[in-house]
């Protein structure tokens, strides 16, 4: 298929935010555009916005004045519905209400022609039901743009049950055409993005009720250490508790209950007391001229210690946790560190349980990377008191700060010598309470063990749900890129000794990833 031919007019229906932005990007691309709203004072509005925002762009040099010229040439107001009856394609951005899209798409179903495209930018509601009804549901699809949708790179593609086959490929290379990234994924809750980030909220929720850390140092582990653009709680001030609340419950209610989805009582909370974010002046943070920004944890200066050792395998050149240890220990060499290397005990390696063997030895301290149990429950089960867990990282060499936990049973001292350890190489060191997996680590497990159920379920493919989560939403790195960085075995281990502590369904590990392991595959390459 092909994208819609730059001689079909385009209609964009609603003239808030969304519609605006989705006028602007069809415009500059070169369709002529018919912008409907049923306040005209709302289009005046958005032409008004969408000509400004092109001229800053001719200011910055991003964009040439003929070029500008020509994009708000063929912008256009429509004053009543009638007058899109010559578009190829229509774009719905009204009130995200299922009744509503679906009375405006029986109305245009009176007025166009049979061979256009109607598309809605619904984020969560189902294209199946918008469609359902209609005289011809087949050429009904989403095409879910995210805000500001002049910079925001994704375009989610979605087909309902009755989606003709031809109809989401014209509608995903005219995204393409329009300068968007389009994926393509089958209408089912969330769809992609508004599903996979789910874990992101929850687990900083789940942190937060647990006391492993105040706010502000969650956000800054997952800043710092998980090169996340914004932590959790920053984020979700950001969107607004009431919008974000509410998009979670709408996930967990469409999904029946399912365990992964549940909305946290203590978000709850705050959207009953008005803490909704920036926009009330108060969230998880306080806003406002005299408003100061709380600092995150950070330990206290600790001298370097006498003696580092790294655990290999016998006769391996890697150690023991693979790639994500040895780039922490580059990154400790690199600081001028000495480490001595011993080689993993012979009745560990024939058991084969090498997360047994500690990473480091300190002055002592037996130095694990998180698999998903608590230091006190790790030191418990390998007999080693002076056990300190540190955090997943997206990057050792780059990264800022890093997290770190220790056993209940660790003497200070012990302690103490991974701190400084630590800080000798050049980070903030910030002690989370003991809870399991951590903050970085296990929300990765979790984004990772989504993005393999969406995949495994047929919403999506891997690539799309990788793709969707760094342009929709930033993240550093697309979820199963990162289960493959770290490796699906650690991913897998993380889930269920999660599972085990929690006694939850929550952290269930998706059939593909348990498939993965055992096969030893990988999502990427």
């Known amino acids: 298929m092909a994208a819609l031919d730059t001689g079909r007019v385009v209609a964009v229906i609603g003239g808030g935010a969304m519609g605006a932005g989705i006028a602007q990007v069809a415009a500059v691309a070169g369709y002529t555009v018919r912008l409907h709203d049923t306040r005209p004072e709302a289009v005046d509005k958005a032409i008004t916005g969408i000509a400004s925002a092109l001229d800053k762009l001719v200011a910055r040099e991003r964009m040439s004045a003929a070029d500008r010229a020509g994009a708000i040439a063929r912008l256009h107001a429509a004053a009543t519905l009638d007058q899109v009856r010559d578009a190829g394609m229509v774009v719905e951005a009204i009130v995200e209400d299922l009744a509503a899209k679906r009375a405006l798409f029986a109305q245009l179903e009176e007025i166009v022609a049979d061979d256009c495209i109607l598309a809605t930018n619904t984020s969560s509601i189902s294209v199946t039901a918008i469609a359902a009804g209609l005289r011809l549901p087949g050429r009904v699809a989403g095409m879910h743009f995210f805000n500001p949708v002049p910079l925001m790179a994704l375009c989610e ?43 992101f909220y929850a687990e900083g929720w789940r942190l937060l009720g647990e006391q492993a850390a105040d706010a502000a140092t969650i956000d800054a582990v997952m800043r710092e250490a998980g090169g996340f653009r914004m932590g959790p709680f920053e984020l979700m001030d950001l969107i607004g508790h009431d919008v974000n609340f509410a998009v979670t419950q709408s996930v967990f209610n469409a999904y029946f209950g399912d365990p992964r989805f549940t909305p946290s009582v203590l978000q709850q909370e705050m959207v009953n007391a008005g803490f909704l974010g920036r926009k009330a002046g108060r969230g998880c943070y306080q806003y406002g001229d005299h408003a100061t920004a709380p600092l ?3 330990e206290a200066p ?31 060499r690199a600081a001028g560190i000495e480490i001595a290397q011993r080689k993993m005990p012979e009745t560990i390696r024939h058991a084969g349980a090498h997360d047994d063997a500690p990473a480091f030895h300190c002055n002592g301290a037996a130095i694990y990377l998180t698999d998903g149990r608590s230091a006190t429950q790790r030191a418990r089960d390998n007999q080693h008191p002076d056990t300190v867990l540190f955090d997943l990282a997206l990057d050792y060499g780059a990264a800022t700060r890093i997290a770190v936990a220790r056993a209940d049973q660790c003497a200070p001292a012990a302690y103490h010598a991974v701190v400084g350890l630590l800080q000798a190489a050049g980070f903030t060191v910030t002690r989370l309470d003991d809870v399991p997996g951590m903050a970085v680590m296990r929300t990765v497990a979790m984004l990772a063990n989504e993005a393999a159920d969406a995949v495994n379920q047929g919403v999506c493919g891997a690539a799309a749900a990788d793709i969707a989560m760094r342009k929709g939403v930033n993240y550093p790195r697309g979820p199963l890129a990162w ?12 889930l269920a000794n999660l599972a085990a502590s929690y006694g939850e369904d929550r952290y269930r590990v998706s059939p593909l990833l348990r498939r993965k392991h055992a096969g030893g595959g990988r999502f990427h390459g």
Do not use: C, M
Request: proline share 7%.
């Open 157 to 199: 593609v979605v087909s309902g049950l009755a989606t003709e086959a031809g109809v989401a490929p014209t509608v995903s290379d005219t995204a393409a055409a329009w300068g968007k990234s389009p994926v393509h994924a089958r209408s089912s809750p969330g769809f992609i993005v508004n599903r996979l980030a789910r874990p």
């Open 483 to 494: 289960a493959d960085a770290i490796g699906i075995e650690q991913i897998v281990r993380v």
């Open 302 to 332: 600790q001298p370097k210690p006498e003696y580092v050792s790294y655990t290999i395998e016998q006769g391996a050149a890697h150690a023991v946790g693979g790639a994500v240890v040895d780039a922490l220990a580059d990154r400790l």
């Open 296 to 298: 995150a944890q950070a």
